[in-house]
Every structure is written in structure tokens, then in C-alpha cells.
Antibody, heavy 122, light 113 residues
Framework: EVQLLESGGGLVQPGGSLRLSCAASGFTFSNSAMSWVRQAPGKGLEWVSVISDSGGSTYYADSVKGRFTISRDYSRSTLYMQMSSLRVEDTAVYYC???????????????WGQGTLVTVSS | DIVMTQSPDSLAVSLGERATINCKSSHSILYSSNNQNYLAWYQQKPGQPPKLLIY???TRESGVPDRFSGSVSGTDFTLTISSLQAEDVAVYYCQQYYNIPLTFGGGTKVEIK
């Protein structure tokens, strides 16, 4: 059974930093691209970032480019998102998702974690 | 960026009746090389993460009931629930994976009338 367990969310002040983690199990982590998708309170889904199965390719939404960094640790089967220079508008539930790669940089998502809430507020 | 526009924002359907959700892409998301539309549909029940229902515009994910179906006409995509069940109450999202940034529609909330 595929399981994705996010952690690391919390309350942070504007301009602050936070690192999210997503522990993966039930599938071959090294063979799967992984992604972060967020959902602001009461709003729709917004794709944030994706990393290829090899880790050699990463892509970001313009809204987070230069502030967020996606990475993965194969020994721990864990996905990360380092978030810095956080803004109020980054407040959201952040979902970790297993991504199906249909071609270079093209993905849809077949499994999702339960999400972790990030609140950016003073 | 490819903009995905869903309609309606919400709809109320009687149990056992048909529910139809629309999604329109601002650009074609059809790859001529494989004649596939790069579109997925997700279901998000209250308090839960999204769940993949359909990919390639009309291919049901394993385990998804066959009352869910996807269709396409040009840049217009439709998710149909042929006979609404109580457990289908949710918000439904479309997503294009034709190019980066990957983009979602705004969602359609389905309720019981």
C-alpha cells in the first residue's frame, strides 16, 4: 500500500523558513517522480514543484521559484521542500504526491498524502 | 501558462441522476504524436486529499467505479457521473499535464439535491 506522510508544517513569520518532509513507502521511491501541491484554505489546488525520479530535474511554479527548493533522499525514501522568504500568501496545506511521468517535465499524480498545514503570519 | 476553466462552480444533483462537470483548456492539450489529451481528473472529498479518477482524459484509474467517465471535444473536457451516489459528494478538479507549469481548474463542488 502506497503511503505518503508529510510533516514539518507549522506557524512561521513572514520572511521565515520551514522545511517540509514526506516519508514514502509501499512503492519503489527511486523509480518515481515526486511533487508538492498546495491548497490555500478554502481554495483550489496549486502545483508547486516536481522532482524527477533521478533527482536530476526539478521544476517550480513561478510563485515559489527562487524561494523553495525540492530535494529527495533515497536512503530515507523521503521527499523534502525547503521553503524560505515565506509570505502570507504561502499559507496552505501542502500535499506530497507521487507523480506519473509521461514525458520530460510532464506529470499527473496518482497518490497523495494527507497534507501538512503551513501558516505564515505575524 | 495554460488556464483550465471549470464550470459550473457547483451543482446539486439528485441521487441516481447524472452529474456533468466541464473543463476548458485555454490551449490545445492534445499531442499529435500520440493523439492523447494530457488531462487528468481528481476527486477531493471533505477533509481528504485529492484522489486520481481519470487520466489521458478518459482512462479510469484502477478501482474507480465505472459510473465515472471522461470525454473530450476539442479543448472542452467533461467528467460525467452517470448515477450519482451519496459518496460522490466532493469537489472535482481537472489538471493539464501538457506543459509546465502544471495547472488545475478551479474545482466544481457536487452536492446532493
Amino acid at each position: 500500500e502506497v503511503q505518503l506522510l508529510e510533516s514539518g508544517g507549522g506557524l512561521v513569520q513572514p520572511g521565515g523558513s520551514l522545511r517540509l518532509s514526506c516519508a514514502a513507502s509501499g512503492f519503489t521511491f527511486s523509480n518515481s517522480a515526486m511533487s508538492w501541491v498546495r491548497q490555500a484554505p478554502g481554495k483550489g489546488l496549486e502545483w508547486v514543484s516536481v522532482i524527477s525520479d533521478s533527482g536530476g530535474s526539478t521544476y517550480y511554479a513561478d510563485s515559489v521559484k527562487g524561494r523553495f527548493t525540492i530535494s529527495r533522499d533515497y536512503s530515507r525514501s523521503t521527499l523534502y521542500m525547503q521553503m524560505s522568504s515565506l509570505r502570507v500568501e504561502d499559507t496552505a496545506v501542502y500535499y506530497c504526491a507521487k507523480a506519473i511521468s509521461v514525458a520530460a517535465h510532464l506529470y499527473y499524480f496518482d497518490y497523495w498524502g494527507q497534507g501538512t498545514l503551513v501558516t505564515v503570519s505575524s | 501558462d495554460i488556464v483550465m476553466t471549470q464550470s459550473p462552480d457547483s451543482l446539486a444533483v439528485s441521487l441516481g441522476e447524472r452529474a456533468t462537470i466541464n473543463c476548458k483548456s485555454s490551449h490545445s492539450i492534445l499531442y499529435s504524436s500520440n493523439n492523447q489529451n494530457y488531462l487528468a481528473w481528481y476527486q477531493q472529498k471533505p477533509g481528504q486529499p485529492p484522489k486520481l479518477l481519470i487520466y489521458w482524459a478518459s482512462t479510469r484509474e484502477s478501482g474507480v467505479p465505472d459510473r465515472f467517465s471522461g470525454s473530450v471535444s476539442g479543448t472542452d473536457f467533461t467528467l460525467t457521473i452517470s448515477s450519482l451516489q451519496a459518496e460522490d459528494v466532493a469537489v472535482y478538479y481537472c489538471q493539464q499535464y501538457y506543459n509546465i507549469p502544471l495547472t488545475f481548474g478551479g474545482g466544481t463542488k457536487v452536492e446532493i439535491k
